[in-house]
């Protein structure tokens, strides 16, 4: 997903914040999340990583992004931790306008279409 994000970073307009919510906050201290963010990000004024308690992660993903959230394949060296598969559009006043599977071949078309379409509807 981050790679995935990487490549948004580099075709958004610098006014379209990205977002990226840990899974694992026991491990994903700010440290970890600061040392993540210098391997991904390209600039760090439009990409925010962010962590926090787990049961305030898990309330986010389920009843404020309605997400369901997938356990990881257990040979994977995070086995157990919890996952969502989506990227999520959301507008600026924090209304949910699209979600995005990884799996998608077209993402980064896509959500930078509905960027511009968003933009349009704003101004």
């Known amino acids: 997903m981050s790679d995935r994000m990487k490549s948004l970073q580099q075709i958004i307009p610098n006014n379209v914040r990205l977002v990226s919510i840990s899974v694992d906050p026991e491990y994903d201290n700010p440290s970890v999340m600061s040392e993540y963010a210098s391997k991904y990000s ?3 004024e439009n990409w925010f990583f962010l962590t926090g308690e787990l ?5 986010l993903a389920r009843n404020v992004f309605k997400i369901a959230l997938q356990k ?4 994977a060296p995070d086995a157990g931790v919890i996952h969502s ?4 559009l ?5 209304k949910i306008r699209n979600y995005y599977s990884i799996e998608d071949q077209l993402l980064e078309q896509k959500i930078t279409n509905d960027i511009k379409l968003l933009s ?4």
């Open 55 to 59: 049961s305030a992660i898990h309330n």
């Open 85 to 88: 598969t989506y990227f999520i």
């Open 72 to 75: 990881e394949d257990s040979s």
């Open 42 to 44: 390209n600039n760090s």
């Open 120 to 123: 349009k509807s704003i101004n």
């Open 90 to 94: 959301v507008d600026q006043n924090g």
